[in-house]
């Protein structure tokens, strides 16, 4: 079975940090384009940032500045680095990745369970 699993989620001041970390397990042939998330109470789910098999990299324009999405492909792992955080950056993180597994063709697209971030001011 594969897994994505978030992780370093918390609630922290506005101007505070978080980084959060998301781990891919199970029987992966290869991890392609991997992404962050994020879906705020009454609001639609939103990307954040994507960070392809190559490390091209896209932001929101919300987040641009601010968060910083790495990757480590020895590891299975995403990364977010998240600084000078605002009260709207409040929501649940979600990671991405688009997967290839052995038993189906192609890649296709895996969540994790998501982790909470709440920043007050």
């Known amino acids: 079975q594969v897994q994505l699993v978030e992780s370093g989620g918390g609630l922290v001041q506005a101007g505070g940090s978080l980084r959060l970390s998301c781990a891919a397990s199970g029987s992966i042939l290869r991890l392609n384009t991997m992404a962050w998330y994020r879906q705020a109470p009454g609001k639609q789910r939103e990307l954040v940032a994507g960070?392809?098999?190559?490390?091209?990299?896209n932001y929101s324009d919300s987040v641009k500045g601010r968060f910083t999405i790495s990757r480590d492909n020895a590891k299975k792992m995403v990364y977010l680095q998240m600084n000078s955080l605002k009260p709207e950056d409040t929501a649940v993180y979600y990671c991405?990745?688009?997967?290839?597994?052995?038993?189906?063709?192609?890649?296709?697209?895996?969540w994790g369970q998501g982790t909470q971030v709440t920043v007050s001011s």
């Open positions: 960070i392809t098999s190559s490390s091209s990299t």
């Open positions: 991405s990745a688009d997967l290839e597994v052995p038993y189906r063709i192609g890649q296709y697209p895996y």
